[in-house]
């Protein structure tokens, strides 16, 4: 097994780092031009040819700290803390160093050894994305928080966020994550599950928690969920309500064992959109998504592609909510999908929504059509069926 680079003096990571990697013009737009689309994680960026011979500054720092190279770099506090070692007259960078909606992240190269710690992945920027509030949130918890990606992206959308992690050295890494982006509402806590927040709420708590099975994840921390992969998620998704506000909801992104059922823990709402193709072939991958429910508690589920998780915006995910509610209590008013139009080509009459909405373009009958203008007149049958689909949502 390769040794992972040394963390232990990462606290002394040059405060706002960040800043200098953008003055050299590290920025995103420089690394589509110069870097190929695709990163597996689990090695440097493959950059285009001429970034790999050029000389301006931009150059050098994206081909030392994302693409693997060894380069000139003079800045001393860089060596002392670690993020960069010393080869002859040149550096090398250890760590994977990405650019995440304008953070700048560090973590391990995965697949070297069992402790690697994981930077942003696919599945991170989906989970992140659903969890972004629209406006402002109060206190955030990111369990199993990594390098501290999602904790650290949704700090600037909330008044404090709190990682946890069961790695030490993933809470060395997102600590100095926060450091060096210059990021001080956020704080970093190890470990297991929700012990560390004991008597704690927060109004958003994500989570994507390990989710392989042990045969095929080893010993490798940032997956091995447990014998059947969906053990931590479980352990997760039922001890959570107690953390969460009135108000607050959790997202948890896991893969199911076939026989496995989402836990319902009493009093809350939880809907399950699920692919029945994830990550670990023969799981069911799903988002879970979890609010209180004082006098109203339900479990629902539907089949929603993954690559469309991360478009779900909070705003949606209430609707779905209202939905899958208002279809176990069919009452109150009911009005046109948020954004959804009709148009008509020819004779036939059409719906559409929003792109974000996950809600296909269908053509649609007289009936259906004059329903969506007037909802609260449509005979239920026909409400209720427009309702599942997606077109008229409870107000
Ligand atoms: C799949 S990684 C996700 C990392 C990060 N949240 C992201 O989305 O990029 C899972 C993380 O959960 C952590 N973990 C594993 N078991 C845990 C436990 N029992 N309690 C808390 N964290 C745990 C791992 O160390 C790893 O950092």
């Known amino acids: 097994m390769t040794p992972l680079p040394d963390v232990s003096r990462l606290h002394r990571i040059p405060e706002r780092f960040a800043a200098t990697l953008a003055s050299c013009g590290l920025t995103t737009s420089f690394l589509h031009a110069n870097a190929e689309p695709g990163d597996d994680l689990r090695g440097p960026l493959r950059l285009t040819r001429a970034a790999t011979y ?32 010393a080869d002859g007259q040149n550096a090398h960078c250890p760590f994977h160093l990405r650019l995440v909606d304008h953070l700048y992240l560090i973590s391990d190269y995965l697949g070297a050894h069992d402790d690697a710690v994981m930077g942003a992945g696919e599945t991170t920027e989906l989970l992140y994305q659903a969890a972004k509030p629209e406006g402002f949130a109060g206190a955030v918890l990111d369990l199993g928080c990594g390098a501290g990606t999602i904790a650290l992206l949704l700090a600037r959308r909330a008044d404090h966020v709190t990682g946890t992690d069961i790695s030490h050295r993933a809470i060395a890494i997102a600590e100095a994550n ?12 190890t470990g297991d599950c929700l012990e560390p927040v004991q008597g704690r709420q927060f109004d958003i708590i994500v989570s994507q928690p390990p989710y392989y099975p042990a045969d095929r994840a080893g010993q490798q921390v940032f997956l091995s969920g ?28 896991s893969s199911w064992h076939p026989d496995a059922a989402v836990p319902h823990p009493p ?54 909510m209202r939905t899958r509610q208002w279809l176990r ?61 997606g077109w008229l949502i409870p107000k």
């Not at 693997?68 to 001393?76: R, T």
């Not at 931590?232 to 607050?248: K, N």
Request: proline share 8%; hydrophobic share 35%.
């Open 267 to 320: 009093n809350t709402r939880v809907l399950e959109l699920y692919t029945p193709v994830g990550d670990v072939p023969g799981t069911r991958q799903s988002l879970v998504i979890l609010e209180p429910a004082a006098g109203d508690p339900w479990f629902d589920r539907f089949e929603v592609p993954g690559e469309c998780w991360g478009s779900i915006r909070p705003h949606r995910i209430d609707e779905l």
């Open 226 to 253: 447990g014998p059947r992969g969906d053990e931590i998620a479980r352990r997760v998704i039922l001890d959570c309500p107690p953390h969460l506000t009135e108000e607050g909801r959790a997202l948890i992104l």
């Open 178 to 189: 926060a450091r060096l982006n210059g990021i001080t509402n956020a704080s970093f806590l």
């Open 329 to 389: 209590h069919p009452h109150g008013h009911l009005q046109f999908t948020t954004g959804a139009s009709t148009f008509t080509e020819g004779q036939q009459r059409f719906v559409q929504a929003r792109a974000e909405s996950l809600l296909p373009t269908r053509a649609i009958s007289e009936e259906e059509w004059f329903a969506l203008q007037n909802p609260n007149t449509a005979p239920d049958p026909l409400k209720r069926h427009l309702v599942a689909l």
């Open 54 to 85: 050029r000389d301006d500054a931009a150059s050098i720092a994206l081909r030392l700290f994302m693409g693997g190279f060894h380069e000139p770099w003079h800045d001393q506090s860089l060596y002392d803390c670690g993020l960069l070692t």
